[in-house]
């Protein structure tokens, strides 16, 4: 039996990994993929780093854990039942463990437009408080309809004032950027701008943010009716969620969704994790 089952190998889960180790616990991670980073991004604003590529930062991540000697399962888990102990269902086994760490990230959800992934990372961004500081005082378009758009564009509002929102044929806003309303058919590359297609017109602008939403990994424990808030974020006090033993941290819980705040929320989760099993 692990001391602790972290799920997700990304900023958060493998800091609390590296934490739980060094406290001389047992935890095993499994993640299933590179998470919010496996979009083609590079990272600027994290301490001690100048630049690298996501992938390649989670990369060291999940190597500076399996140098600890901790597992790191490439996984996906479907399931977690509770007995005398946890027990966490992949695929492929299954696990038990006195604790949970759930740090499986909020995925920014993608749009069905032709064009829009060839460009993920050469123009076309999912989140504007990383990558909007690259394009200050250009004309930026954002794409999305609801709150969660409205919250992107407020950040965009920082670095240009030349915004256009593509509402893709959704409601309109009171705002007071330039709107197109007509569905987008397709984005396309030329002489470093991206063109973005209606059925009816082009626009021209030097980056699209898309803002359709974000969505939790956290099905697999549905049915253990973890609480959550309207966006979908794990609702936890001091890490721990409305189930004893299970704690979260990362994009999952909310905030500032930045990696220098997952890792820290692994951090703190971890010393969390170790008083609450010291108290069993
Ligand atoms: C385009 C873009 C650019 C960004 N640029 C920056 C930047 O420049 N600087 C910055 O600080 N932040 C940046 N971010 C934000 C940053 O990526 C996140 O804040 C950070 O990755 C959150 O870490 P996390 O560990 O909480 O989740 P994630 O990194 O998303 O990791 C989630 C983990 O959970 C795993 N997982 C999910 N579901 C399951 C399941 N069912 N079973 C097993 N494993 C599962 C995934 O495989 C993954 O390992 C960017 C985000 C985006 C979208």
Redesign the pocket.
Known sequence: MFDCIV???????ISAAIYLKRFGLDVLV????????S?N??????YGIESID?VDL?KKGILQASNLGISVLE????KIEMSDSFVVGTSINSYNAKTIFI??????NSLNIKGLKELEGSGV???AV??GFLYRKKRIGIIGSGDYMLSELEVLRRFSNDLVVFTNGEEVFDINEFKVIDKVISINKENDLIKVNTSSKSYEVNCLFVAAGMAN?TS?ARHLGLLTDEVGHLIVNDYMTNIPGIFA????IGGV??????ASDGCVAAYKIKDYIKGL
């Not at 499994?30 to 980073?37: H, R």
């Not at 969704?257 to 997952?262: D, G």
């Open positions: 799920i997700g190998s990304g900023p958060s889960g499994i993640g299933k993929d590179y998470g919010t980073l979009i991004t590079k990272i600027e604003n994290y996501g989670i996984e996906e888990v479907v740090a499986t990230g909020m995925k920014r961004s999912y989140c990383c990558d990994g697999f941290g990362g994009d999952a969704k930045q990696i220098v705040k997952a």
